[in-house]
């Protein structure tokens, strides 16, 4: 059995497959139905639905002419360009934002507009990684957009709001692709290894390397679909002349291990060693251990974790255990969140890294998380009060005559900018929610706070 094909074009511009193909072009999905996920987005009456399938010549006319494709690699963004291509019988054309200039594209404009005007043929134009466009070469869309001459789809793994031209993104319609689920991801691994169009059944994934090679796939299809045809192959090399019909070829984690070169790492996604690994490594920065907290590190990225649930994580320990002891560490952790959001594997490793070594070296304090949660006790307790009437909003009619506001220092006419004056409610005067550690830049807050603290209660 020959389990490559190449990837040839047809007369209308939509890739096909005949031999040498990889396996993810090969299993790309044909109709909206086998596409994976992004159920939010293929609901019957939506805008996609309607611009794949139209049921009318007037739901064709009332598509949208302008799609832009948001979503992390391997969601299926250049899968439904094809699809809106193939699909409605528009001829296809695919630039890459990272090859084509200026020049290019008007080039396919400009023939695009040719065949409208000549036999009607309608062009889809596919436009990868539209954020690496410059704005010339954005600018240089909009008129083939605002008259209907191609159907454009651009996809950008990167957020439109800063990436896309505001002319461009307002002439099109913004549609959200979500990351794959671990289960979506399975469906299309098994369809992969039973398919005529994949494996056609020449191999069988034993449970643990799908495990694995899910692990590592991190919700990426193409990714998933790329390593399960490394192993396949490696398999089948280690096994000549197996055809189906004397068995399935074994694929096993030590097969999956070599043909992509990683390591497997004893940690369960979905089960006790991901709580586990996550625990230790949230208590190893609390506890100021680095090597320990770059060795949990390591492993969850080893083990394909999303390396967002591990930024958003971060965030929560810098405000947890670090807090005021360095509130620099909290800003790390959001610059971190996000650059990572922003760059993606494997280079997020080192900003990951960055920031871990900040919060596990960094002075530790929990005091502002223990001020919240104390405060909060009172308030679900019914320990609320009335607000000091001259703390009341006395900016409308009538607020005067119910003496709201009177008596109200204003803190920035007093010295050192502080009023001696009553803010808590009655029932809590004398209440300390927030206590200082003496670590770190908190030293210094408790020092000052206690100065602020004599002088409101100086007020009497």
């Known amino acids: 059995m020959d389990l490559f094909e190449t990837l040839t074009t047809t007369t209308d511009g939509v890739p096909a497959v005949v031999a040498g193909a990889p396996l993810a072009v090969r299993m790309r999905p044909r109709t ?18 309607r611009l ?82 410059t704005k010339a070469q954005q600018d240089a869309l909009l008129p083939s957009v605002e008259n209907r001459w191609v159907t454009l789809v651009a996809a950008t793994t990167e957020n439109p709001s800063f990436s896309v031209n505001s002319p461009l993104l307002s002439r099109s319609l913004l549609l959200t692709l979500q990351p794959l689920g671990t289960d979506d991801v399975r469906r299309l691994v098994r369809r992969a290894v039973e398919d005529e169009r994949g494996l056609a059944g020449a191999v069988r994934l034993e449970g ?17 679909l790329t390593i399960l045809e490394a192993a396949a192959g490696a398999a089948l090399s280690a096994t000549p002349g197996a055809e189906p019909a004397e068995g399935a070829v074994v694929v096993d984690l030590g097969t999956v291990e070599r043909a992509i070169d990683v390591a497997a790492v004893r940690y369960d996604r979905d089960g006790d060693q991901h709580y586990d690994v996550i625990s230790a490594f949230i208590k190893s920065v609390r506890g100021s251990d680095v090597d320990a907290s770059l060795h949990y590190l390591a492993r969850m990225i080893a083990a394909g974790e999303d390396p967002r649930f591990i930024a958003r994580r971060i965030v929560i320990s810098a405000a947890e255990d670090v807090g005021m002891a360095d509130p620099s560490a909290l800003q790390t952790a959001v610059a971190a969140a ?120 100086s007020r009497t």
């Open 338 to 457: 996000q650059a990572v959001a922003l760059i993606g594997m494997p280079e997020a490793r080192i900003i990951l890294a960055e920031a871990v070594v900040h919060l596990a070296t960094a002075p530790k304090s929990n005091a502002a998380y223990l001020g919240i949660d104390a405060a909060l006790a009172d308030v679900r307790a019914g320990r609320l009060g009335p607000v000091p009437a001259h703390l009341r909003d006395a900016h409308y009619a009538g607020a005067k005559g119910l003496g709201h506001g009177a008596g109200y220092l204003y803190a920035h006419d007093e010295p050192h900018a502080i009023a001696a004056q009553q803010y808590l409610p009655d029932d809590l005067v004398g209440v300390r929610y927030y206590e200082p550690s003496d670590r770190g830049y908190e030293r210094a807050v408790a020092e000052r706070l206690e100065r602020i603290r004599a002088v409101l209660d």
């Open 208 to 224: 643990d390397a799908e495990e694995h090679l899910l692990r590592l796939a991190g919700g990426d299809a193409r990714k998933a």
């Open 32 to 49: 909206l139905d086998e596409v994976a996920g992004q159920e939010h987005l293929l609901v019957a009456g939506s805008p996609l639905r």
């Open 52 to 133: 794949v399938e139209p049921a009318t010549e007037a739901a064709r006319r009332a598509a949208p002419t302008s799609v832009v494709l948001w979503g992390p690699p391997g969601t299926g963004k250049t899968t439904l360009a094809y699809l809106v291509a193939a699909t409605s019988g528009r001829r296809f054309v695919e630039l890459s934002a990272v090859t084509a200039g200026v020049k290019d594209v008007r080039a396919v404009i400009e023939d695009a507009r040719r065949r409208l005007a000549g036999d009607g043929t309608e062009t889809v134009l596919f436009v990868d990684e539209v954020h690496r466009f």
